[in-house]
């Protein structure tokens, strides 16, 4: 069974790992844009996490899918969490500081770049006001920032509860081949190393010593 169903396994794996790989390195390329220190982390330990789940498929380690499989669960979780936080549900607000961990103002990359949008910078006039502070206005944009936000974190979503069905699959196949081996090799071990008593042949033993 390990022989027949162990390369599919390693074939889809694979596939679905690259899968996970592009959509996490496309995410932290435009959070790194916009300084999104909380997202760059997540999406750090998905990268990793991912990695770790394809060498413990290819190197036949349950452990290390049963790591990818707990981590899904909480990436999942935090891209939810994401949806919520960017469509301002249960009193959360798009326009706080949480995501880059309140040590900066940066706000997501797609707010002035997403498509179709117009950014204009415009340099106040009035005195007292240091020359190089500008207002950054944003027009025309196709789609807001926070739907397409909303949209990485609900692909996020899709394909990693793809890879957490998957992993389980993977994780009940590899159980029950090694439960057979173990099985198997230790009838062998038994019969090699114990052999049964009642199979000991057994001999008097003669006394030594002098006849009188």
Known sequence: MKCSVQPIIKKWMFCLCVFLQLAALERQIFDFLGFQWAPILGNFLQIIVVI???????????????????WTALWVTWNVFIICFYLEVGGLSKETDLMTFNISMHRSWWREHGPGCIRRVVRPSSPGILEDYSYVSVTGCIVDFQYLEVIHSAIQ????????????????????????????????????????????????????????
């Open 52 to 70: 770790l789940g394809l060498f413990g498929t290819i190197q036949f380690r349950p452990r290390y899918i049963v790591v990818y499989t707990v």
């Open 157 to 212: 979503i899709l394909l990693s509860l793809i890879g957490f069905v998957y992993a389980c699959y993977v994780i009940s196949i590899f159980m029950e081949e090694e439960d057979s081996f173990d099985f198997i090799g230790g009838l062998d071990t038994y019969s090699y190393r114990q052999p049964p008593q009642e199979h000991v042949e057994l001999k008097p033993v003669k006394p030594v010593g002098k006849v009188l």
